[in-house]
């Protein structure tokens, strides 16, 4: 079977920096997904990782360690709108996507 | 124009209703998919669909049908369903099914079965 693991839920303040882990354990790795769903609205994607490293787009940042099962998702600069659901997904093998449960971001002022 | 739209967004059936859930896709793809999404749970998948024909059936119960008339859209078909099966319906689309590509949601149908 397939095993997404993140936080439940996840407190900061506004400006400040939250990095949310996923760690993963699946019969097979054709890359990482990140989606954000806000509350009531579509998951949308954020970024993908496929080799080991570090992508930056923006504001936020992911990373993939394929020999640790581990990625995170690194959101600096947080704003009120961040406040939403991050959704970590493992790609096994084509099409298919096990997503974990996904951790709830509350951002403060 | 939205890439993923799904209707309606709200539902309330009884367990002896039929009704039914529409997507439509607007990116031109090839692949589409629905998922299901309990509160606190991972998304489920339960059916995809590539160019019309079905390549996954996730040991969903026969009261879910689904149907594919073309590859822009997507009907789930609901009947006798359970109170358990109360949650956010989700379609996604990807332009293909095979290899990792990435799939855009729609905003889902919030369905209550009473």
């Known amino acids: 079977g397939q095993n997404i693991d993140q936080p439940t839920e996840m407190t900061a303040t506004e400006g400040a920096i939250v990095q949310i882990n996923c760690t993963y354990q699946t019969s097979g790795f054709n890359g990482l997904f990140w989606y954000q769903q806000h509350a009531g609205e579509a998951p949308t994607f954020l970024s993908y990782n496929v080799l080991d490293g570090l992508e930056e787009k923006g504001r936020f940042s992911s990373f993939l360690s394929r020999s640790k099962g581990y990625s995170y998702l690194l959101l600096k600069e947080l704003q009120m709108k961040d406040s939403a659901s991050y959704l970590c997904a493992v790609g096994p093998n084509d099409y298919k996507l096990s997503f974990g449960a996904g951790t709830t971001v509350t951002v403060r002022a | 124009e939205t890439g993923v739209t799904q209707t309606p967004r709200h539902l309330v059936m009884g367990m002896t209703n039929k009704k039914s859930l529409k997507c439509e896709q607007h990116l031109g793809h090839n692949a589409m998919y629905w998922y299901k999404q309990s509160a606190k749970k991972p998304l489920e998948l339960m059916f995809v669909?590539?160019?019309?024909?079905?390549?996954e059936n996730n040991s969903v119960p026969s009261r879910f049908s689904p149907e594919c008339p073309n590859s822009s859209h997507l009907f789930l078909h609901l009947h006798t369903l359970q109170p358990e099966d109360s949650a956010l319906y989700l379609c996604a689309s990807s332009q293909d099914y095979r290899g990792q590509e990435t799939q855009y949601f729609g905003p889902g149908t919030r369905l209550l079965v009473l």
């Open positions: 669909y590539s160019l019309e024909e079905r390549v």
